[in-house]
């Protein structure tokens, strides 16, 4: 049981990874006049190259990967003990267990804005950059926020209705709650179900009747995460050779660089065949494969498994919550200060080193906030499943993210 819980471990270190990739991603949206999607000429491999290296800067597959990891964890539990009562208690604690960071990052989004106002738009308007302009595709009126609207936001309102005034990243908050929710009523299902034919044909019908309309399609992310935790569960993930584990990893980070955005010619074959409303289905897919890559290879699950991981882990979550806010006002205050004597340039790297330093500054404390938080979730429920908690969901509670 406990080889079982380190078998996890590189999922943290994946989660991590993701986490800084939407940092990244947020970063060249905030901080470069074109954004995301920007192309240099090249030439042979070189240009391809170069495809493959911009089109891994892309958040809307790493939140995939959040959502996937939650998908995988959330129903692991669940594969050693289906009683109801296990159900009630995760449907209790879910809410709490991410309520307590969201209202936290929502208050200290407030007082960021307070202090920074409208900087974000001048330097918006200096760099040409329309994410920014837009506070992160959340347009607020900082004279008209209010503490008070922070919390019912962080407490509530994130959650029922999607408002993200003060944080934009948190648009996952919504999808992951009641994601959750419904991994919990059907990954026991799933896994009570003997036959892998049946199983299969539940989450194929499950994705056909969500659709692909948002945000309903996201339960897709969340199954196959559940598939993954079965077959991790019953032993069926494949040990994978070196040559397996290449041409697997390779086409996963291929898949989870795929997006209609970026004009990339490496993406051809797939636009020829897929519709916009398709790409988190392949994101799903090179998720799936580079977790399995993960766990089933001796070599990279070494690798992942180190302390480096799992600080990583520890800290993406407060990571994803912190950076939105940090980089709009913090980094856009660096930037007007910087742009007078550092150039464009000079002043968009102040302001990226700027965001990431104070970014990790504050995930920290708040990392150890969210392992108490966690902790003390886990004791609260102890009595009512009458058990302890899994060595699986202990050894790797910190892939359960809010993420994205």
């Not at 007082?111 to 974000?120: T, V």
């Not at 882990?313 to 930037?335: E, K, M, R, T, W």
Request: aromatic fraction near 12%.
């Amino acid at each position: 049981m406990a080889d079982a819980g380190r078998k996890l471990v590189p999922l943290e270190g994946l989660r991590g990874i993701a986490a800084a990739i939407v940092v990244l991603y947020h970063l060249v949206l905030a901080f470069t006049p074109k954004g995301v999607g920007v192309v240099p000429r090249g030439h042979g491999a070189l240009d391809t190259l170069t495809q493959f290296v911009l089109g891994m800067l892309n958040g809307g597959a790493a939140v995939a990967v959040f959502f996937v990891l939650s998908g995988f964890i959330l129903s692991l539990p669940f594969g050693r003990d289906r009683r109801i009562s296990r159900v009630i208690v995760a449907l209790l604690k879910r809410w709490p267990r991410l309520a307590c960071l969201t209202v936290i990052a929502c208050l200290f989004a407030f007082a960021l804005i307070s202090w920074s106002g409208h900087e974000y738009k001048d330097a918006a308007h200096v760099i040409g950059a329309g994410w920014l302009a837009s506070h992160g595709n959340s347009p607020i009126r900082p004279a008209h926020l209010t503490w008070q609207g922070a919390l019912r936001e962080g407490l509530v309102n994130v959650f029922t209705k999607g408002e993200v005034k003060f944080d934009s990243p948190l648009w996952t908050m919504r999808i992951e709650l009641f994601c959750s929710f419904a991994i919990f009523f059907a990954a026991p299902i799933l896994f009570a179900v003997g036959s892998w034919a049946l199983r299969l044909g539940l989450v194929a019908l499950a994705i056909y009747a969500v659709g692909t309309g948002y945000p309903y399609t996201f339960f897709a992310d969340f199954l196959v995460g559940a598939v993954l935790a079965m077959l991790f569960a019953e032993g069926r993930l494949p040990v994978l050779g070196n040559i397996q584990a290449a041409l697997l990893g390779g086409l996963g980070l291929y898949l989870f660089s795929f997006t209609f955005e970026q004009k990339l010619l490496i993406h051809a074959p797939l636009k020829l065949l897929l519709s916009p409303a398709y790409s988190h289905y392949v994101w799903d897919l090179g998720a799936a494969l580079i977790i399995i890559v993960l766990l089933g290879h001796p070599a990279t699950r070494r690798v992942f498994s180190g302390s480096w991981a799992v600080w990583l882990g520890l800290l993406s979550f407060p990571i994803y919550l912190l950076h939105g806010p940090i980089l709009l006002s913090a980094g856009s205050v660096a930037f007007m200060d910087g742009v007078g004597t550092l150039g464009m340039t000079g002043a968009a790297f102040a302001a990226a080193l700027c965001s990431i330093l104070l970014t990790l500054i504050c995930a920290l404390p708040l990392a150890w906030v969210d392992k108490g938080w966690t902790q003390l979730l886990a004791r609260l429920a102890r009595p009512f499943t009458g058990r302890r908690q899994s060595v699986e969901m202990v050894g790797a509670i910190k892939c359960e993210k809010g993420a994205g």
